[in-house]
Structure formats: structure tokens, C-alpha cells
């Protein structure tokens, strides 16, 4: 397996536009996360999804921020409309029932 | 809910020497206790799980963790630091449903 794939690995954007961020978890898994890592805030869980089904949004900064399944095999992250404080490392992982978090490389967001 | 406290944001090691990264954790539940390892610009690998099993849980890289319910930690240890360990280190916490809390995280730093 390919492991977590995200993509893209960086974005660059103005203020104000909409971004979306990829991933696809790894075959199998029914646990999808989506963390985001900034030097202020360490790592964050933004929300998670069990069997393509929101479980857990509560770590969503706000509005401007949602995150949808639409089948097993991927994930979209937007956010819209962008600010420069969202800039961060947004990491995808999956897991499975061994209680095991893989982690993608992380898309790397910069607005300017 | 659960929680883990890392202590040390830097730990700087001479090569060869002991490494010990220190975790505490607070859980209302049996917890899954992880070490995570990231490198720079990369995503996290786990390096080692406790899911009650052996107290002593023995990873990749040489290196190990021991799960102390008395002291509620849950430290990692290496014998022998290589430069080649000088990453951020992040200890994490799940009660159920593989939803991981991380600690803030801990830059380790091996000198010659």
C-alpha cells in the first residue's frame, strides 16, 4: 500500500480564495483524521470520520473551515475564504482496528 | 477525556548517550498510549504503542517505552542516541476510537 496520500504537498494562496486539500487514506481503514500543526498550537485534531461519517467536528476553527467524505477512498479539506493565520501543516491519517494512526506528509498552506 | 503532558520542549543528548523523553498522561478510560517520531518536513511515524498489553513496549530504532499506571507515564528510552534520532518526538493518548490527543511535542537534538 501507498501508504496516506495528500496532496497538494504545498499550497500557496491569497487571502481570501478557497483551498482544498486532498487525501486518500490507506485501503481498508474506516478512521480517517484530519490534524493541522502550527509552532503556536502543536497539533490540533480538526475532525474525524468513521465509515465516510463525521464523528467529531468539534475541533474545527470555524465556519470558513468543512471537510467532507464522500466515499471511503477520499477526503477534501476547504477552507473558504482563506486568512493568513490558517497558514499550518495539515495532516490527513487513517487508521484501522489495530488503533494505529498513519499519517500522511502533510500539505503544507501558506496565505498570503 | 484524555490528555498527555510532555515534559522538555528540547532535550539535547551527546551521541551514544542515554535518551529519556518524558510523557504523563491523564485518561478516564484504559488508554492506548503512542510515541510518534517526525522528521523535518515529514509526516508522523509511529515508533511504538501500548494498548495493554506488555507494560513494556519495545519499538523501532531500539526504542522502547514502559507504560506506569502508579505514575500514570508513559516515558520513551533509548540506550544509545545516533544522530540519526534528532527528530521531534510526540507522545499521544486515545481512549476509543483511535482518536489521538498529542502532546506539544519534543525536539531532541544529538551532539557529537
Known amino acids: ?112 | 477525556a484524555q490528555s498527555v503532558t510532555q515534559l522538555g520542549s528540547h532535550v539535547s543528548v551527546s551521541e551514544g548517550a542515554l535518551v529519556l523523553l518524558r510523557c504523563n498522561y491523564s485518561s478516564s478510560v484504559p488508554p492506548y498510549l503512542f510515541w510518534y517520531v517526525q522528521y523535518p518536513n515529514q509526516g508522523l511515524q509511529l515508533l511504538l504503542k501500548y494498548t495493554s498489553a506488555a507494560t513494556l513496549v519495545k519499538g523501532i530504532n531500539g526504542f522502547e517505552a514502559e507504560f506506569k499506571k502508579s505514575e500514570t507515564s508513559f516515558h520513551l528510552t533509548k540506550p544509545s542516541a545516533h544522530m540519526s534520532d534528532a527528530a521531534e518526538y510526540f507522545c499521544a493518548v486515545t481512549g476509543t476510537a483511535s482518536k489521538l490527543t498529542f502532546g506539544t511535542g519534543t525536539r531532541l537534538q544529538v551532539t557529537l
Open chain 1, 1 to 112: 500500500d501507498a501508504g496516506v496520500i495528500q496532496s497538494p504537498r504545498h499550497e500557496v494562496t491569497e487571502m481570501g480564495q478557497e483551498v482544498t486539500l486532498r487525501c486518500k487514506p490507506i485501503s481498508g481503514h474506516d478512521y480517517l483524521f484530519w490534524y493541522r500543526q502550527t509552532m503556536m498550537r502543536g497539533l490540533e485534531l480538526l475532525i474525524y470520520f468513521n465509515n465516510n461519517v463525521p464523528i467529531d467536528d468539534s475541533g474545527m476553527p470555524e465556519d470558513r473551515f468543512s471537510a467532507k467524505m464522500p466515499n471511503a477512498s477520499f477526503s477534501t479539506l476547504k477552507i473558504q475564504p482563506s486568512e493568513p493565520r490558517d497558514s499550518a501543516v495539515y495532516f490527513c491519517a487513517s487508521s484501522g482496528r489495530t488503533v494505529k494512526a498513519f499519517f500522511g506528509q502533510g500539505t503544507r498552506l501558506t496565505v498570503v
